[in-house]
């Protein structure tokens, strides 16, 4: 049909997964769009006939075709999507115009596909459906796009009217939260469980989610923008371009994120080790400067107590990935909300390490006890710390000047970052440190 084709050109965006394949949409995405000067959100939707893609399964089909209804009872347009490039208009097409007609909402139909041959057709049927507004369109080139957007524009209300009239407060900022893992860990359940209700597609099937979707929740008071992924999996189990897509969404999800929840199957845990490739995407994820926390999801069908710490998984982390033995984990349920609110409790906390600015003095400060202490003198250190100060936050970046830096070692460098972060309470985030040479010229100048 091309609805994600069209949800992006309304959009201005490429959020939307497109591919040549029917069933590539599985669950909603909705978006803020400006029309024509005015504000509107744009919802797009999975087929309601798209059963193959959901494996056939019946509970999942069921669970799409409420999700569009529900969509349709709270929307104030909705447009009709046909493909212009079938031979006509098809029974499907007949009984999904007869679900919006039953709604009383305005409906637009939109021929897509108009740069094809055939839709001339398809148009002509189109307007035998009863509806007052029927367009042709092609998404994919923006042909008829401008006609369309004035007939939408006018079920939008002004601009003046929806403003909010506390304009001149600053807009609470959002922490972008990432929901990742590999595919069937439940990471779609453990979004539903956050956000109290179900608007996420789930099943007992690895690759339902293939689009990173967002949802906007407030806790504690924070709003956050919750980011729901599809599964990461390793590039030998990548069958064909659309999950090369799919998995390239999902990776960069993570890394415009502000914080990140790892969801790991924990029934995996049984054998008494930690997957590999678990360990890796922590590993990368702490690599891209990300607040982490690690959720071992499904802890209700393992003998695993939710408020204990297997003895093996925190040896699992020491040993493993050093950059890792500081990173919170928790066993959690999002079938039975088990430890769901302390999971958000123990990210918020991370997020808030990560975007700590520590001052200047205290730093320098720092450094002074540090460098009179024997630990680095120990080394026989050729080097001297001069002064530090930190340039940047999530994850906190730090800059240190040094003499004769080159005469410095890794094991000295390790140091100073496990001093640091153990003073300034840092253990669990990813931090950096820069380390810059201080040179003397030859009139007595300082080079930085």
Known sequence: MGKSTLFNRLTHGREAVVFNRPGVTRDLREREAEILNKRATIVDTPGLFDALSLGGHPNLTRFVRTEIERVIDESSLVLLVLDGTSSGIMSNDREIAQLVRKSGKPV????NKADCRGTDAVYSEATELGFERVVKVSAEHGEGIDVLLESICDFIPDMEATESTDAGEPADPAMKLAIVGRPNTGKSAIVNSIVGECRRLVGDFAGLTRESTELEFRF????????????????SKIADTLEMIVDSNGRNAYRNADAVILVIDASSLICGEIESYDLKIAADIVKEGKALVIAFNKCDITPFKPHDTPAFLQRNFKTSFAQLKEVPFLLVSALRRININKMLKLTL????????????????????CMCQGGGLQSCAARFSLKYITQVGTTPPTFLIFVSNKSSMQENQKRFIANSLRSHFGLKDVPIRIIFRDRRRSGDGTVRQ
């Open 220 to 235: 504690k008071g924070r709003l956050i923008k919750i980011i729901d992924t599809p599964g990461l999996r390793r590039k």
């Open 108 to 111: 637009i139909i939109v021929v």
């Open 349 to 368: 906390l991370a997020y808030d390490k990560h975007s700590q600015k520590v001052k200047t003095s205290d730093l320098n400060s720092w450094l002074r």
